[in-house]
Nanobody
Framework: QVQLVESGGGLVQSGGSLRLSCAAS????????MGWFRQAPGKEREFVSA????????YYADSMKGRFTISRDNAKSMLYLQMNLLEPGDTAVYHC????????????????WGVGTQVTVSS
């Protein structure tokens, strides 16, 4: 198993930036493909971005392309999400996700979840 703990959320003005981090512990981090999902109040959890085991492939939801960048540091067992040009519509709880078999681009593919970190973007 792997345990995931997110950090880096907060309140930011529209147009601002935040960098989310996800610390993994347990089994070897490089055994997992990783992703970020988010859930706004009253909405379903949705895919944000994902990255392959070695970090050579990245995936983004259309609305995040060009604004968000996912990365990982396998030596440190860390996953990151750099978020730029934030909009009020980005307000949500952001969850770190891991799976060992496929890259997690859908919620049903995720094996492990973090509890999330709140991101609030004011207009």
């Amino acid at each position: 198993q792997v345990q995931l703990v997110e950090s880096g959320g907060g309140l930011v003005q529209s147009g601002g930036s935040l960098r989310l981090s996800c610390a993994a512990s347990g089994r070897t981090f490089s055994r997992y493909a990783m992703g970020w999902f988010r859930q706004a109040p009253g909405k379903e959890r949705e895919f944000v971005s994902a990255i392959s085991w070695s970090g050579d492939r990245t995936y983004y939801a259309d609305s995040m392309k060009g604004r968000f960048t996912i990365s990982r540091d396998n030596a440190k067992s860390m996953l990151y999400l750099q978020m730029n040009l934030l909009e009020p519509g980005d307000t949500a709880v952001y969850h770190c996700a891991a799976t060992s078999t496929v890259v997690p681009t859908k919620t049903e593919l995720v094996g492990y979840w973090g509890v999330g970190t709140q991101v609030t973007v004011s207009s």
